[in-house]
């Protein structure tokens, strides 16, 4: 049985922000591993990071986009 998701999307840390990804996370995981290749919204394949710092980076703006995008939310003020 699939995992409760509330969104089409999860976010994860890599390469320095946090990123929404669509991607399955693999069976019975409820984030990526570390190093799991994950390609984001933002259409960059990039490799899964985690600990508590990494959850601190910035959100990538592209990411944020495109997550709110798909969730019927309007662009933030100042975003295109």
Known sequence: MPGYSPHPFHWTP?????????DAHPPGALVYPDGTEVTTLC?????AESGDMAWLWPTCADCNAAARALVGLPPLAGER
């Open 14 to 22: 890599a390469d320095g922000q946090r990123h929404a990804s669509a």
């Open 43 to 47: 259409e960059r394949t990039v490799l």
